[in-house]
């Protein structure tokens, strides 16, 4: 994306259609509230003002799943919670991303039992893994900016031609 | 009235004293009412207990519930495996406001376990009784609603029973990555952790039949009994 200027000394901005609409995805990408867990109180110290998230774009966090993109996995999920995590996915309009925050959320954590899914993967797609159990927000904040890099480059799904 | 006149009048419930008074007075009445089935258990530092036969647990319970014991706090099942008789359900009593408290404690079978319910005494009964079934596979006769309530409804096996394994169903399948779980087949099949882990588990009591949801499992399910 660039800045030109026209022998009348007009500015022109010129960029691809799908570059530019990354960048939108990308700076302005609204979580879902899906704390499930311990983690969900460190995904309350995210949107509280000493780790702030609103700077980098998640302005607010959307309870309903329809005006959301951005599904943050905080917490362990059981057996009994996957067919809700999948409806709830599910109503997720596209482009959607998913964050596994956590240990428990990436892989089971330290719940090896019959009650615990070992990793969100197995139920979703999911972008980024943060480790940590849990996560320090600074842990979730670099997470989500890796994320919003990957989806300026065109590494995960977004833009108006999707991948 | 003023605050201190109100407390002048109630004074401070509960503690040794409460204590004093369900040990000295109570358990010597229930045992006085009822000979056969009722024993005490030695217990310096927690509520006083009682145990109680199975098939007057009810008659026991509406004699304390007239006494003043009005508060259920929990019920709760134990499995102490080798011992016979295998299981124990515990139940937790209170009185308000005197804040007498008082264990009872019914000692179960391992071959066809009951025990009545109480859920027409206390309202908070129908739970915790449901909760005992779910993890224990000890039926309540005469419940309400004996489905699954931690658990999945279409889940077998009794999970805090001690011969169930702790990864529970993933253990099960022969062939199948440990880790994997089957309970919930992947959305993408060449997809999974794929992580090396020990393949040694605990073997394990649990037929597997296929995931797929069926509805609530209930007590009275034919397959019910057999872990």
């Known amino acids: 994306m660039e800045l030109n200027r026209d022998n009348n000394n007009n500015q022109f901005f010129t960029s691809t259609i799908d570059k530019f609409i990354r960048w939108s995805q990308k700076s302005s990408m609204w979580p879902l509230t899906f704390g499930l867990a311990c983690c969900a109180i460190e995904m309350m110290n995210l949107v509280a003002p000493r780790y702030d998230m609103a700077q980098f774009g998640a302005e607010v966090f959307r309870s309903t799943p329809r005006q959301a993109d951005l599904l943050i996995v905080s917490g362990r999920l059981s057996n009994k919670m996957v067919p809700v995590i999948e409806q709830v996915y ?35 797609p999911v972008d980024i893994y943060v480790p940590g159990c849990p996560p320090t927000p600074d842990a979730v904040i670099y997470a989500v900016l890796e994320l919003q890099k990957a989806v300026a480059e065109g590494r995960a799904p977004g833009g108006v031609v999707r991948g | 009235m003023s605050n201190e006149q109100y407390f002048a009048k109630k004074p401070y419930a509960g503690g040794t004293a409460a204590m004093k008074f369900v040990v000295d007075d109570i358990v010597p009445a229930l045992k006085k009412q009822f000979p056969d089935g009722v024993e005490s258990g030695e217990t310096p530092f927690e509520p006083p207990e009682v145990i109680v036969r199975p098939e007057q647990l009810e008659q026991v319970c509406r004699w304390l519930k007239t006494r003043g014991f009005n508060l259920l706090m929990d019920i709760g099942g134990v499995d102490y495996l080798p011992r016979e008789p295998r299981f124990e359900v515990v139940y937790h009593l209170v009185a308000l406001p005197e804040l007498w408290r008082l ?41 309400p609603n004996l489905t699954r309530i931690l658990n999945p409804d279409d889940w077998k096996g009794h999970p805090l029973r001690k011969d169930y394994p702790v990864s529970g169903p993933r253990s099960a399948v022969p062939g199948l990555a440990a880790e994997r779980n089957w309970y919930h087949t992947p959305k993408r099949p060449g997809d999974g952790p ?20 069926t509805g609530p499992e209930r007590a009275s399910d034919p397959e019910e009994g057999r872990d």
């Open chain 2, 103 to 143: 264990r009872l404690r019914v000692q179960v079978p391992e071959d066809d376990p009951v025990v009545p319910t109480v859920s027409h005494l206390w309202p908070s009964a129908p739970h915790a009784e449901r909760e005992v079934w779910d993890m224990f596979g000890i039926r309540i006769a005469d419940h």
């Open chain 2, 194 to 213: 794929g992580t090396a882990r020990t393949p040694e588990r605990q073997s394990a009591e649990v037929e597997y039949d296929g995931a797929g949801g």
């Open chain 1, 90 to 124: 599910n109503q997720m309009p596209d482009p959607k991303w998913v964050v596994a925050m956590g240990a428990c959320a990436s892989s089971g954590g330290v719940f090896d039992n019959y009650a615990i899914v070992q990793g969100v993967d197995e139920v979703l």
